[in-house]
C-alpha cells in the first residue's frame, strides 16, 4: 500500500492548484468525492478506503506519473481499490462457508456459549464479522503475516487494527454476557 509522504502530498497539492488555499479546498472535495464512492459501494471505514486511494494517487506523482485529470484518475484508482476490496471479500467469505455449521459439544454450558457467540456473530456488521473471522483464523508465525496485511489492505497500522478488533471483541463478549443471562 503506497503511503503518503510530505514531498508525495506537496506534489499532489500543487497538482490539484498553484494556490494553495484552493488546491487544500479541492484536495477536501476530492477526499469527499472518494468517501462517498466508497460509502454508495457498501465498503465499511470509506475514510480510510479514500485516503488509501488519495496514497496511491500522490505516489504515483511522487514517481513522476504525469495525471491530467486527478479526479478522474482517483476514481479510477478507487475502482481498482474497491475491486481488491471485493476479492477479499470474496476470499473471506469461502473460508467463512468451509466453517462447520455445528460443533457438538457435550457440556450444556458450553454449548450455550457457542450458540450465543454465534448469535452475536451473525449481529456484527458484514465487514466486522468478516474482519473478526480473518483476524483470528490463523495461529503462530502466520496470524502475524495475516494481521499486517489486514492492517495494510486497511490502510491502517496494525496497532489501529489490534485496537479496532479490541472494541469489536468487547461488543462480542457483552453481546455473549447478556445472551448468557437470557437463557438463565
Not at 470474496?90 to 454450558?109: G, I, W, Y
Amino acid at each position: 500500500m503506497a503511503e503518503l509522504t510530505k514531498d508525495s502530498l506537496e506534489k499532489l497539492l500543487l497538482s490539484l492548484d498553484e494556490d494553495r488555499e484552493l488546491a487544500a479546498k479541492k484536495y477536501e472535495t476530492l477526499r469527499l468525492g472518494l468517501v462517498r464512492f466508497f460509502e454508495w459501494h457498501g465498503c465499511a471505514f470509506p475514510e480510510e478506503h479514500a485516503d488509501g486511494a488519495i496514497d496511491r494517487v500522490a505516489s504515483k506523482l511522487d514517481q513522476g506519473e504525469e495525471i491530467g485529470n486527478i479526479g478522474q484518475y482517483a476514481i479510477g484508482v478507487a475502482r481498482f481499490l474497491f475491486l481488491e476490496i471485493v476479492r477479499e471479500r470474496q476470499k473471506q467469505e469461502a473460508v467463512l462457508r468451509q466453517l462447520p455449521q455445528e460443533t457438538v459439544v457435550e457440556d450444556s454450558s458450553a454449548e450455550a456459549r457457542l450458540e450465543c457467540l454465534r448469535h452475536c456473530l451473525q449481529s456484527l456488521s458484514r465487514e466486522n464479522y468478516e474482519m473478526v473471522i480473518a483476524y483470528y483464523r490463523e495461529d503462530g508465525g502466520n496470524k502475524i503475516v495475516l494481521r499486517k496485511g489486514m492492517a495494510q489492505q486497511l490502510g491502517i497500522s496494525p496497532r489501529a487494527l489490534r485496537m479496532r478488533l479490541q472494541r469489536i471483541r468487547a461488543g462480542l463478549e457483552r453481546c455473549v454476557s447478556d445472551c448468557l443471562n437470557r437463557m438463565r
